[in-house]
């Protein structure tokens, strides 16, 4: 397995992995989630939902009239229809508490309903809400459950949506088998039924991982198809992405004039679309492209934007990936000092989110200084020390970083001690063993 280089736009891109977590939430949202909703409420949403992927602001005024319609009808299924519905809406807006409210709301009233439909798609959506808050253990959970009553229902399309959201946990962790295994699963039995949104959805991730692993032709080849279906449905939200991805994938086989049109693209849409996490992603990605070319200014000042949607979104995993983004690109301009503030950041950050793969590119950011400044003892105590690097505290809520595992020199020491016996028993036994061996011909 490839590892992340420790520059480049491929490390940045996997913030751009939230994608199966935003559409795949409304996979199912075309039919109603239950068939007790009012066909007059039905029929607005539906009205909204043609808007979605094109004006998503215009898609909530619509939807926000038909939940007029069904509070004033008092129809409880419908009310939970609509909230679940604006939840996704204004999730795509990067209205994330203000989902998190429809969501919650609206599976109380599948609770009360006893309508597992339903509840199964809320508990997606809010396995949504956890995973980009960074709370992947409990998103995990969401997602299974989800996964589990749709799967006892007969409903395999939806359960695809749950199965891509926990490869997309496999992909923030780099368990990369793990991903593509599930995203594999889905795209197949997408195919199976002819859902055009899966098959998207599924390939996109696949090219994600190999875009990771800068497997560029890879990338390109799942890329392809999935943008022809984005354009031939006019599916703009999807469309941004395959072009972000695309561009991410150009950039890795060397080609910057392509790759930068490509994120250039991307951001038009994305910002048309008001999507700011998208939007977040292709401008961290633009300004990695600046720093290749030395074009400092329009590169921090591209990685900035980046890092304040982060910060206005509260998603801590994409804040770290910013923050490690400015590092790079101070590391670059030789201040040290500058970086190693942003590095401390993002590894405390990505330390607590278990995020092993960014945190291999992190410390070797980190360490990238250490030898710079000619810190070769910093060096060794940073791989000695569990907590002598601590994050320095620059406000209350700072967290310290932590160190898992031994030093190398460490285990070499005192793991060869055990190993050296065990050899020196094998080599008794089996010396014993011959010359009784020859004793007993001789006799």
């Known amino acids: 397995m490839e590892y992340k280089p420790a520059s480049g736009i491929g490390y940045r891109?996997?913030?751009?992995?939230?994608?199966?977590?935003?559409?795949?939430?409304?996979?199912?949202?075309?039919?109603?989630?239950?068939?007790?909703?009012?066909?007059?409420?039905e029929a607005w949403v539906l009205?909204?939902?043609?808007?979605?992927?094109?004006?998503?602001?215009?898609?909530e005024d619509i939807a926000v009239q038909a939940l007029a319609l069904a509070?004033?009808?008092?129809?409880?299924?419908?009310?939970?229809?609509?909230?679940?519905?604006?939840?996704?809406?204004?999730?795509?807006?990067?209205?994330?508490?203000?989902?998190?409210?429809?969501?919650?709301?609206?599976?109380?009233?599948?609770?009360?309903?006893?309508?597992?439909?339903?509840?199964?798609?809320?508990?997606?959506n809010l396995g949504v809400i956890q995973q980009e808050s960074g709370l992947y253990d409990e998103a995990k959970a969401s997602f299974e459950q989800s996964v589990q009553i749709k799967l006892s229902l007969g409903d395999t399309a939806g359960a695809c949506s749950?199965?891509?959201?926990?490869?997309?946990?496999?992909?923030?962790?780099?368990?990369?088998?793990?991903?593509?295994?599930?995203?594999?699963?889905?795209?197949?039995?997408?195919?199976?039924v002819n859902d055009t949104s899966g098959i998207i959805d599924s390939r996109i991730n696949l090219a994600s991982v190999y875009n990771d692993r800068?497997?560029?032709?890879s990338a390109l080849f799942y890329l392809a198809e999935a943008r022809y279906l984005a354009e031939g449905r006019g599916?703009?939200?999807?469309?941004?992405?395959?072009?972000?991805?695309?561009?991410?994938?150009?950039?890795?086989?060397g080609d910057h004039d392509k790759a930068v049109d490509h994120f250039n693209q991307a951001l038009v849409i994305r910002d048309?679309?008001?999507?700011?996490?998208?939007?977040?992603?292709?401008l961290d990605n633009l300004g990695k492209m600046y720093a290749l070319e030395e074009k400092f200014d329009q590169s921090i000042w591209y990685h900035y934007q980046s890092l304040k949607l982060s910060q206005q979104l509260n998603d801590s995993r994409s804040m770290a990936i910013s923050q490690n983004s400015v590092a790079e690109l101070l590391i670059r301009q030789g201040d040290f000092t500058g970086a190693e503030v942003y590095l401390r950041k993002a590894i405390a950050t990505a330390d607590a989110l278990k995020l092993d793969s960014y945190l291999e590119v992190m410390r070797a950011n980190l360490v990238k200084i250490f030898g710079a400044r000619q810190q070769f003892d910093s060096i060794d105590h940073y791989f000695l020390s569990k907590d002598r690097y601590a994050v320095s505290q620059s406000s209350q809520g700072d967290q310290?970083?932590?160190?898992?595992?031994?030093?190398?020199?460490?285990?070499?020491?005192?793991?060869?001690?055990?190993?050296?016996?065990?050899?020196?028993?094998?080599?008794?036994?089996?010396?014993?063993?011959?010359?009784?061996l020859y004793f007993r011909k001789i006799s």
């Open 162 to 192: 749950g199965m891509i959201n926990l490869g997309t946990i496999s992909l923030y962790r780099g368990e990369h088998r793990k991903a593509v295994a599930l995203f594999t699963r889905v795209l197949r039995m997408a195919q199976s």
């Open 71 to 124: 509070r004033k009808a008092g129809h409880k299924p419908s009310v939970a229809r609509v909230e679940r519905y604006l939840g996704v809406i204004c999730f795509m807006m990067g209205a994330v508490d203000t989902a998190r409210s429809h969501f919650e709301y609206a599976l109380s009233i599948y609770q009360e309903l006893h309508d597992k439909k339903g509840i199964a798609a809320c508990l997606n």
């Open 235 to 253: 599916d703009k939200y999807n469309l941004g992405y395959c072009l972000n991805d695309i561009g991410v994938a150009y950039s890795h086989a």
């Open 13 to 41: 891109n996997t913030r751009s992995f939230r994608f199966p977590a935003l559409v795949i939430l409304i996979l199912m949202l075309a039919l109603p989630v239950s068939s007790q909703v009012l066909p007059t409420v």
């Open 47 to 59: 009205k909204a939902d043609a808007y979605k992927n094109t004006d998503p602001a215009k898609a």
């Open 400 to 436: 310290k970083m932590q160190f898992s595992g031994k030093p190398l020199r460490e285990e070499s020491k005192t793991g060869m001690i055990p190993l050296l016996f065990v050899a020196t028993m094998v080599l008794l036994v089996l010396l014993s063993a011959v010359f009784t």
């Open 214 to 217: 800068r497997m560029s032709d």
């Open 272 to 282: 048309d679309l008001g999507d700011l996490a998208g939007m977040a992603t292709t």
